[in-house]
């Protein structure tokens, strides 16, 4: 007999402490995605129909503060209309790129790249979730 398995508590107590700050976790994250009164949390949030976003352009949405493109018939990407130059809010699609006004950097519909600076970082992809013809945040 050893003197281990007489005293097997110190291990399983941190196991224990660690398993219950994980379901803490996961319960705070469920809630805000279903409850949708935090004002963070803009998961679910409507982007509109899909018929709203021109083939081969996009639309900002100024409030969610996503940009969401349709590169080619079908596929809907969607990325952060914060520039990443220095953060100003992009404004407009038009032929194949994402335009922010201040200093007129552009970027790629398909995947948010720097098309032309002095931004040289891509807009950063946003979750969405498109649905028959509705598009929300995911
Ligand atoms: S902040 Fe967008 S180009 Fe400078």
Same mark, same amino acid.
Do not use: F, L, M
């Given at each position: 007999m050893t003197s281990e398995s007489l005293h097997p508590l110190p291990a399983p107590t941190r196991r224990t402490v660690v398993a219950a700050v994980g379901a803490a976790g996961l319960a705070v994250a469920l809630t805000a995605c279903g409850s949708g009164?935090? =004002?963070s949390a803009s998961a679910g949030a409507s982007l509109g129909r899909t018929t709203d976003i021109p083939e081969g352009g996009g639309k900002i949405f100024k409030d969610e503060g996503v940009v969401v493109t349709q590169?080619?018939?079908?596929t809907f990407k969607a990325f952060s209309?914060?520039?990443?130059?220095?953060?100003c809010a992009v404004t407009s699609v038009a032929d194949g790129v994402i335009v922010c006004p201040c200093h007129k950097s552009h970027f790629s519909v398909?995947?948010? =790249?720097?098309?032309?600076?002095?931004?040289?970082?891509a807009l950063p992809a946003a979750e969405i979730k498109v649905s028959g013809d509705s598009i929300t945040l995911a």
């Open positions: 009164d935090d =004002s590169p080619t018939a079908g209309a914060k520039c990443t130059h220095q953060g398909e995947d948010g =790249s720097v098309k032309q600076g002095p931004a040289t970082q």
